[in-house]
């Protein structure tokens, strides 16, 4: 903070000062006294290394039955489709769905709600959701986005050229990324109900600010819209996923981003009010505009950090996302796109945070190595084919301005550590290569 | 900021219960009103401070209704007065600064849009009047269709201590009258914008305040990010009514004694102003026991690495003497955060909206 200061004190024009602090403190600008920005980031590294799981057995047979699991479970999925077109003769479609893990009723139908009354302030849908719209505020448009053809390869490789790598191009919203605020998170009691409405009325205005999420869902429930659905929000960063139409990178524009006021590690998950309310919102976004349900996703899971090939750059929901809670099936076992389609790797960091290794990460595995095999060649050398693909895509992203301006909200707190730390693995496999 | 930034519009607006101030920039050498102004003309914090390329407008935030005739009309419409003509409901009203002159003439309380703060809604023209007000002062912008509208931060106070009222109508209506005059409005707390207005050299540390008509309203702030804010519900009209009804005056006449010559000095020349001193002192009373509670049970007070200032500002803080009195109170109740100083605003009565103004083109 001394230094923030001693740079802001070098600016003369006041307008242009509070714009440089403005900037620089905007994931603080939650009410989180400066004294407990340290102290929050240890609290969080000692219940990250509490929660770290200890070294597991990888006996063969075991590996085997977790892999059959995962296969099955994600089998049903639309992203399977994308990935079954990597590695049609492994995996195996099922028509039935996957029974969710625990409470709430997953189903991939897209269910149908409608929109009953709507004023300058609220709307109201058929499923009882209720969306304030006070502090909706506009951002740039949404832009015509690229769907990436699920070919494998840099352009050099294949012998096609970016564009030819697009399948299509879409413009309106194909997916949900859930986030987590990361804001200062008040104890949920009758007492505390001022602070509370406190910290969600500050929230809001820093949402608005940094023009960050479609929707926030605070602690009573409440859905409030922020930036308006026709317009991109800056939520996402560098991103990447995949369903049945292709690969999307960078998902400011193809995804909305709905937030719920919660802290990676804070005591008090989120309340049953937000599952209540996330349910009913992620009910209508996806009668809308008719979003698969293996799309409606964590920012964990599309976060990908370009400068050391890492995913989950940002950690909110690395894990336990109500995704059941929610009429979701379990989409932290669907395959993950950054890993299959573009070599992606992940780290100790990213381990901590998420506790163990997703089954949708095994999965890929499995296609890569299967497709590695049909290729001839290695698995590293076929996931740094992949890389360099990633590479040209996002290259060629940055020219068009469809490159994320930034790297993503991760909170609005900043207390998920980003898997930024290239390990010694994976350095040694770069030197190699 | 650079030169060339804002080719916009960009306004301040402080709404309060009993004036509204307009902060716009002014290009400087042009003395051109704001609306498309070049923001160049307020690039130098030098500038800004001199406050020559800032222009201030303020009108009372408060209305009169005379009975309607055509000659009466006409006679407005010459004298170019601001006002509303019904004759349907066979009256006019003449909003603004001219209310008071009227109010006067015709021995009759002005009628205001807002108390204590927000929209009053005991007062069935409230919203017409404030958008007549706004008009006037703002004029038309250019159109809510189009990119380049005028953005306009406008005021809301901060809930009151240890009430739980609900400011969003009154926050979400003066932002729809906004946005229906074609402007792009944003919220700004009626204490951060003081912070804002007037605490640059403190990198917008500080704690601000603004005893306004209907409220006083506190922030906390730390690098520009607020931490707390609250407000309480005595202010200047607090002081007015009951000085009026202890000595029997109209409280319009109550506020014009205490703005042009009350001061505390201890001494009292008659009733009015003995009666004045021991509201005022009620209030600063409140203030600080406000202040003392509040930044004793938050638990999310910085602790600051130096003292920080507090700055005070509004209508109500203008009385010689007032920041004396507060200070002396204020350390009477062991204020538990180390001040660097306690000062009342270079401009006190537009403090608010300058800080509005400067929220405002941070924002473009």
């Keep these: 903070m001394p230094k923030i200061e001693r740079r802001a004190e070098c600016i003369a024009d006041p307008v242009e000062r509070l714009r440089y602090l403005r900037r620089v403190t905007a994931p603080e600008r939650n009410l989180l006294p400066p004294g407990r920005w340290r102290h929050a980031a240890w609290l969080t590294l000692a219940a990250m290394l509490v929660l770290a799981p200890g070294p597991r057995t990888k006996s063969a047979a075991g590996t ?146 940094e023009r960050a999420y479609h929707y926030l869902i605070d602690r009573f429930g409440r859905v409030f819209a922020a930036v308006a659905e026709t317009d991109a929000a800056n939520h996402a960063g560098k991103s990447v996923w995949a369903d049945a139409q292709g690969l999307y990178v960078n998902l400011n524009d193809s995804f909305l981003g709905v937030a719920f006021e919660a802290q990676t590690g804070a005591a008090e998950a989120v309340t049953p009010a937000q599952i209540v309310a996330a349910k009913a919102l992620t009910e209508m976004l996806r009668s809308r505009y008719g979003i698969a349900a293996g799309n409606c996703v964590t920012h964990a899971q599309v976060s990908v950090n370009p400068g050391n090939m890492r995913i989950a750059s940002h950690t909110d929901w690395a894990r336990d996302f109500p995704f059941a809670a929610l009429g979701l099936p379990d989409n932290y076992a669907v395959p993950l796109a950054s890993r299959y389609a573009f070599g992606f790797d992940y780290d100790s960091t990213f381990l901590r945070v998420a506790g163990r290794p997703w089954s949708g990460l095994d999965a890929a595995d499995q296609l890569i190595a299967k497709r590695a095999v049909a290729e001839g060649v290695s698995a590293a050398r076929y996931r740094a084919m992949l890389r360099r693909r990633y590479k040209d895509i996002s290259s060629e992203l940055a020219k068009t301005g469809l490159g994320a301006s930034g790297p993503g909200i991760t909170g609005l707190g900043k207390t998920g550590p980003s898997t930024t730390a290239m390990g010694k693995e994976a350095v040694a496999e770069e030197v190699a290569k | 900021m650079s030169q060339n930034s804002n080719s916009q519009g960009a306004f301040g607006l402080d709404v309060g219960t009993s004036r509204i101030v307009v902060a716009r920039g002014v290009e400087k050498g042009h003395g051109e009103k704001g609306q498309g102004v070049e923001t160049g003309g307020i690039r130098s914090g030098a500038n800004l401070h001199d406050s020559h390329d800032i222009e201030y407008e303020s009108q009372l935030n408060a209305f009169v209704s005379i009975p309607y005739s055509k000659i009466t009309e006409g006679v407005l419409q010459r004298e170019r007065i601001p006002h509303t003509s019904t004759s349907v409901a066979s009256e006019i009203i003449v909003h603004g600064n001219e209310s008071e002159k009227f109010a006067g003439l015709l021995n009759a309380e002005i009628r205001r849009p807002m108390s204590q703060g927000v929209l009053d809604p005991k007062e069935p023209e409230s919203l017409r009047m404030l958008r007549e007000i706004l008009l006037s002062m703002l004029g038309p912008g250019q159109g809510e269709g189009r990119k380049d509208h005028g953005k306009v931060c406008f005021t809301v106070p901060a809930a009151p201590l240890g009430a739980e009222g609900s400011l969003t109508y009154h926050e979400a209506t003066v932002r729809q009258i906004l946005t229906e005059m074609g402007y792009q409005p944003t919220p700004i707390n009626e204490g951060l914008a003081v912070i804002y207005g007037d605490l640059e050299s403190s990198n917008y540390t500080g704690i601000g305040i603004s005893c306004g008509g209907g409220l006083c309203n506190v922030c906390l702030a730390y690098l520009s990010v607020p931490v707390l804010s609250f407000s309480i519900p005595k202010a200047g009209d607090f002081i007015d009514s009951n000085a009026a009804a202890v000595t029997g005056e109209r409280a319009n006449h109550i506020r014009l004694t205490k703005e042009d010559s009350f001061h505390f000095n201890g001494f009292f020349a008659d009733k009015i102003q ?79 909206a300058k800080g509005a103004l400067v929220y405002a083109l941070s924002d473009l």
């Excluded at chain 1, 919203?173 to 200062?184: A, D, F, K, W």
């Design chain 2, 274 to 352: 003995q009666v004045l001193a021991v509201y005022y002192d009620d209030m600063i009373r409140s203030l600080v026991t406000a202040l003392n509670e509040a930044f004793a049970r938050t638990k999310s007070v910085p602790q600051f690495h130096r003292p920080i200032p507090m700055v005070l500002s509004g209508g109500t803080a203008l009385p010689p003497g007032f920041r004396d009195r507060f200070e002396k109170l204020l350390w009477e109740q062991d204020f538990p955060i180390s001040l660097s100083e306690i000062r009342v605003a270079r401009n006190p009565l537009h403090a608010t």
């Design chain 1, 64 to 209: 085997f039955e977790r892999e059959r699991g995962l296969l099955a479970a994600w089998s049903y999925s639309p992203t399977n489709v994308a990935a079954s077109t990597l590695d049609s003769a492994t995996v195996s479609r099922s028509a039935t769905p996957a029974t969710p893990s625990s409470g709430g009723e997953a189903s991939t139908l897209i269910p149908h709600v409608w929109q009953v009354e709507r004023s300058r302030t609220s709307e109201l849908y058929s499923n009882g959701l209720r969306v304030d719209l006070t502090f909706q505020i506009s951002n740039r448009p949404r832009a015509e986005y690229p769907i990436f053809s699920l070919i494998e390869g840099s352009p050099a490789v294949t012998g096609r050229g970016w564009a030819g790598q697009v399948s299509k191009t879409g413009s309106t919203p194909v997916g949900i990324v859930y986030h987590t605020t990361e804001s200062l998170i008040a104890p949920f009691e009758e007492d505390q109900n001022r602070r509370l409405k406190q910290l969600g009325r500050n929230l809001i205005d820093v949402i608005r600010g």
